[in-house]
């Protein structure tokens, strides 16, 4: 018997169908290779999707039964494709990826509920309306948690903390300090235009195809106060993010029950 993990790639073909019921929770860690800046690595929003999704499985996985899915490291970024690193698939490939991977996980595993774990805020708008087709045309009863704004450790909506700022930067500060470039972090350039980062951005009356690219809102491509990033704060979003996560798929078990009516 695998001991103590929960990750779905280290069980057996057969201790699939023996430790899996349809009430487990499928947690997918969904990230995407993008520049992030020059303080930050390529790969931070699949480092932050894996490890909050390792975190909360370690915290709830045994009251909650979670079960870790394989990363989908590769995102919608092309508001980031200038860049040297940055890879995104297409809107196109990136539902029939989804939807391919909701039809073998009805096939292939016992397992009804699916969390998609968000690394990334361009994944976000195709993601909430692909949830209707997950649960619609496959059966799955789903939700896609969103870290950053599900933290109450700090708001970055009123902060104009886009990318690569205060409150991403002080996650990996905790989940992979290694891998932050401290001294690349310039105080004084960001951001070049609050007003432009508003209006393009956070105006909830429009929305724009903006690109990190654009000189009014960013110099280097990372979008806020990254300066006043620290560990203390990453280590509150953390907590504040595994702590939450549990009212949430505790919530998703009672969509289950309410509209999914389980098996036996
Ligand atoms: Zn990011």
């Not at 970024?77 to 939807?99: C, K, M, N, Y």
């Not at 292939?108 to 805020?121: E, K, S, T």
């Not at 006043?228 to 702590?243: F, K, N, R």
Request: charged share 20%; net charge negative.
């Amino acid at each position: 018997m695998a001991p103590s993990s929960r990750a779905v790639g280290d069980l057996t073909s057969p201790e699939v169908t023996q430790r899996l019921r349809d009430t487990s929770i499928l947690c997918l860690p969904m990230g995407a290779i993008e520049q992030h800046g020059r303080h930050l690595p390529l790969n931070t929003d699949v480092i932050v999707a894996e490890e909050l999704t390792r975190r909360i499985i370690a915290r709830w996985g045994e009251e909650l039964d979670l079960w870790q899915l394989p990363t989908v490291s590769i995102g919608l970024s092309r508001e980031h494709d200038w860049a040297p690193g940055t890879l995104s698939l297409t809107i196109q490939s990136f539902v029939a990826l989804l939807r391919d991977m909701a039809r073998d996980i009805v096939r292939a595993l016992p397992a009804r509920n699916l969390a998609i774990v968000n690394g990334h805020g361009g994944n976000r708008g195709v993601l909430e309306n692909l949830l209707h087709e997950l649960s619609g045309d496959f059966g799955l009863n789903t939700c896609v948690i969103h870290p950053f704004d599900l933290s109450k450790a700090e708001s970055p909506v009123t902060s104009g903390d886009v990318h690569g700022g205060k409150s991403e930067t002080s996650v990996m500060l905790v989940l992979a300090p290694q891998l932050v470039r401290r001294e690349m972090i310039t105080p004084a350039r960001s951001p070049p235009d609050a007003e432009a980062i508003a209006a393009l951005i956070f105006d909830r009356g429009v929305s724009f195809p903006w690109r990190t690219d654009d000189p009014r809102l960013t110099a280097t491509g990372a979008i806020g106060a990254a300066h006043a990033a620290s560990p203390e704060l990453g280590q509150a979003i953390v907590d504040s993010v595994v702590a939450e996560t549990r009212g949430v798929l505790r919530r998703l078990l009672e969509n289950q029950r309410a509209l999914h009516r389980p098996r036996g």
